[in-house]
Nanobody, 125 residues
Framework: QVQLVESGGGLVQPGGSLRLSCAAS????????IGWFRQAPGKEREGVSC??????DYADSVKGRFTISRDNAKNTVYLQMDSLKPEDTAVYYC????????????????????WGQGTQVTVSS
């Protein structure tokens, strides 16, 4: 059974850091594209970052603050989030494509085939 599980969320003060993890079971990440999305209360889900076989991509709102990386041996993708702001508060989801992707497929919901259940990130003093 294919499953993605996010972890690492929590409460952090503005300016702080968190590292989110997205672990897969039932399939291997290999060189699939993995995307991170977030959804704040009352807002649409938005794409945050993506890593593919050959590329990484970031939303303008997180460039220079977030870093995406992958460890295929651990079947895990990470999202290092630094200089966090209150507007980063949201539920964060990871998603994976079914096949290998050299390029990130963008942040359309239908671009990804598997989704995790999300982890809450709250940035507040």
């Amino acid at each position: 059974q294919v499953q993605l599980v996010e972890s690492g969320g929590g409460l952090v003060q503005p300016g702080g850091s968190l590292r989110l993890s997205c672990a897969a079971s039932g399939f291997t990440f290999n060189w699939r594209a993995i995307g991170w999305f977030r959804q704040a209360p009352g807002k649409e889900r938005e794409g945050v970052s993506c890593i593919s076989a050959g590329r990484t991509d970031y939303a303008d709102s997180v460039k220079g603050r977030f870093t995406i990386s992958r460890d295929n041996a651990k079947n895990t993708v990470y999202l290092q989030m630094d200089s966090l702001k209150p507007e980063d508060t949201a539920v964060y989801y990871c998603a994976a494509t079914k096949g290998t992707a050299y390029y990130c497929p963008g942040y359309g919901r239908t671009a990804y085939d598997y989704w995790g259940q999300g982890t809450q990130v709250t940035v507040s003093s």
